[in-house]
């Protein structure tokens, strides 16, 4: 486990500024990430609308400036990239009035709601002139990252199967049961993972067709959307990828990936093999839901935010902001993942396969909208 960043950034390039907007869950991880293994990149401000929310962030992290409205922060000349985690429904409008304001932006998944928002999101970071960088960290996990080279020394000749899942009990904050916010349920929320992941394993190429089923299995009385999902992509060359998505696993988080080729296969835990098995009966973490996950036997990692590449991808966008170098993930690619996220739904709304040539969504107004519509949905109360 590094201790320090390998980055071989020569010490005459720009320090980069870093903003974080929102100060919860994910802006903790992002704080961490920089604070702790980053180089060329500076904490300067946090902002949250939430009172107290931004200050207690900035002083975990020695943050120099704190603010509840986000203007005062996008106003500053010593911020140079904005990392943007805040609920789904917000992600448009702070992203184009980030890129307004001159702001290199990162974006957290998904990308955001419609395929018109992360139009308007793309055209707005292009009329700046500035980078929108789609926050895809599963690209940038150590482990992952192994896979990735193993097919490219060929190692594992062909790949022509990925499967890639992510199970836990449920999200960590209240607005992801609520689809008027998140847009969708487990699918939108964790699919998108297992989406770029593949597109990315096979070098991105264009998706055939798209297959998927949904089903709500635990928590129908606190959300209208699935919580347990299965995803299949067909990808032209012939590769294929199974996704799967819970929200309906208890007893911690699993995250593993599959890739099968022509001459090999790997088989990657991305979270116990460096996990502690742990028992407790009040449960343990930072927030309540979280220790409510965690009763029982759990596994707890060790380094979450390195495992799951956090400080590689952070220190990535800093490395583009410096060198010139060329984005991994852009707003296209969280594009490309939000049309396939809208299909899927279609296709389990619908029971059959959707052709991904051409597709334009039938409910352009949210990615679950199909879902909601679905025969029996209503009477479900779903």
């Known amino acids: 486990m590094p201790t320090t960043n390998t980055s071989s950034s020569p010490a005459s390039a720009p320090v980069i500024g870093i903003g974080l907007i929102g100060s919860q869950f994910i802006a903790r991880a992002h704080a961490e990430a920089v604070r702790r293994f980053v180089t060329g990149a500076e904490l300067r401000a946090v902002a949250s609308p939430t009172a107290g929310h931004a200050e207690a962030l900035a002083r975990e992290f020695a943050i120099p400036h704190a603010f509840t409205d986000t203007r005062a922060l996008l106003d500053r000349q010593d911020i140079d990239l904005v990392l943007i985690g805040v609920p789904n429904d917000l992600h448009a409008r702070v992203v184009i009035a980030a890129a307004q304001a001159g702001k290199h932006v990162a974006m957290e998944k998904p990308l955001c709601m419609t395929l018109a928002e992360a139009d308007q999101m793309i055209a707005a970071c292009a009329a700046a002139k500035r980078h929108l960088f789609y926050a895809e960290e599963l690209v940038f996990a150590p482990k992952y990252v192994r896979i990735k080279q193993l097919i490219e020394e060929g190692a594992l000749g062909r790949p022509y199967l990925v499967k890639q899942l992510e199970k836990h009990s449920g999200p960590h904050s209240p607005w992801f049961w609520d689809v008027d916010r998140s847009g969708g349920g487990v699918l939108f929320d964790m699919g998108c993972h297992g989406i770029e992941f593949a597109r990315w394993i096979y070098d991105k190429p264009k998706i055939r067709a798209v297959t998927a089923h949904c089903a709500t299995v635990a928590h129908a009385g606190r959300t209208r959307a699935e919580d347990d999902g299965l995803l299949v992509l067909e990808f032209e060359g012939g590769g294929r990828a199974l996704i799967e998505d819970s929200w309906a696993f ?133």
């Open 250 to 382: 208890f007893g911690g988080i699993d995250d593993r990936a599959e890739v099968y080729g022509t001459e090999g296969s790997v088989f990657c835990d991305l979270v116990h093999g460096n996990a502690m098995k742990t028992w407790s009966n009040p449960g343990y973490g930072y927030a309540m839901e979280k220790a409510a996950s965690t009763r029982g036997y759990s596994f707890t990692v060790f380094e979450e935010g390195w495992n799951y590449g956090f400080p590689q991808e952070i220190q990535h966008m800093v490395d583009c902001l410096r060198f010139g170098q060329e984005p991994r993930e852009t707003g296209a690619d969280g594009r490309e993942v939000l049309r396939i996220l809208f299909a899927a739904y279609e296709s389990a709304a619908q029971g059959r396969t959707i052709l991904m040539d051409g597709y334009q969504p039938a409910y352009p107004s949210r990615p679950i909208e199909a879902w909601l519509r679905r025969p029996g949905a209503a009477a479900a109360g779903k």
